[in-house]
């Protein structure tokens, strides 16, 4: 069984740093694209970073793009995300999830499956 596991999240003041972990298991992980998507309240999930299998090639999303970093770490089947100078519009719940299409960036939600449940992310003044 395909599963993810997010850790990481909590609450932080505007500026603040976290790292985000995402584990996953029931696949090669090494073959696969994984992306970080985050959805707040009201608002239709977006992708903000991923990472391909290949060649560590990467994408962000512009908002995010010089304060958070991604990586990966096939050994321990682990994607990480980096987020420093976090701002209150980075609120949401933050979850991963692999890319069954092999589709490339910029990620298109449809191509991701296998959602984990998420941690929550909240920026506070």
């Known amino acids: 069984e395909v599963q993810f596991v997010e850790s990481g999240g909590g609450l932080v003041q505007i500026g603040g740093s976290l790292r985000l972990a995402c584990v996953g298991s029931?696949?090669?992980?090494?073959?696969?694209?994984i992306g970080w998507f985050r959805q707040a309240p009201g608002k239709e999930r977006e992708a903000v970073s991923c990472?391909?299998?290949?060649?560590?090639?990467?994408y962000y999303e512009d908002s995010v793009k010089g304060r958070f970093t991604i990586s990966r770490d096939n050994a321990k089947n682990t994607v990480y995300l980096q987020m420093t100078s976090l701002k209150p519009e980075d609120t949401a719940v933050y979850s991963c999830?692999?890319?069954?299409?092999?589709?490339?960036?910029?990620?298109?939600?449809?191509?991701?499956?296998?959602w984990g449940q998420g941690t929550q992310v909240t920026v506070s003044s």
């Open positions: 990472i391909n299998s290949s060649d560590g090639g990467t």
């Open positions: 029931g696949f090669a992980f090494e073959d696969y694209t």
């Open positions: 999830a692999l890319d069954f299409k092999s589709g490339g960036f910029p990620p298109q939600n449809y191509w991701y499956a296998y």
